[in-house]
């Protein structure tokens, strides 16, 4: 459930910073076209650049957030070279199969909205869809079920093992 775009774009905009974003493709899902379209577009009220910049020094950014929008007169744009790392493709959790292999995938506040037996379905597509030694990312009121076989590296931060 990708939404606006704000999560893949911060993660593109932290990957920048670090200068790994030139290695790197973001996919950004939602079930959603609409959705999709919005957050394809990058554009973002300008009030909510502020609390966007207020976010960014609180995880210890060290450049000016600026740095990665266009600043117009009411609204904020993502530049270019962040936007074309993002890729967004309609994707159904619950029903369709892994789009992809990757290497860190957040799913926050997502599995909230099913009950266990949806939320088992998705696991299962998440845990395919997961190299050995990848990273899950869920959010603050989702848990992982016992049955899979990762690492609590942090709070929400899960670690896949890799198979022997």
């Known amino acids: 459930g990708c939404s606006r775009g704000d999560e893949p774009y911060s993660v593109a905009i932290m990957l920048d910073e670090l200068g790994l974003l030139h ?8 079930f959603n076209p609409r959705v999709l379209k919005e957050a ?5 009220p300008r009030e909510d650049f502020i609390h966007f910049k207020s976010n960014y020094r609180e995880s210890a950014g060290k450049k000016d957030l600026e740095d990665w929008f266009e ?12 936007k074309k790392k993002v890729l967004f493709f309609e994707h159904n959790l619950v029903t369709d199969d892994s789009i992809n292999d990757f290497h860190l995938i957040f799913c926050r506040n997502v599995l909230i909205y099913f009950n266990k037996n949806l939320q088992g379905t998705v696991f299962k597509t998440i845990d395919n869809s997961l190299y050995g030694g990848g990273f899950l990312v869920l959010g603050e009121s989702e848990n992982l079920p016992q049955n899979l076989k990762y690492k609590i590296l942090e709070n929400k931060i899960y670690k896949k093992m890799k198979k022997r």
């Open 40 to 44: 394809q577009n990058a554009l973002f």
């Open 71 to 82: 600043m117009e007169e009411n609204f904020v744009s993502i530049k270019e070279h962040i």
């Open 23 to 30: 290695k790197s493709l973001i996919y950004a899902t939602d």
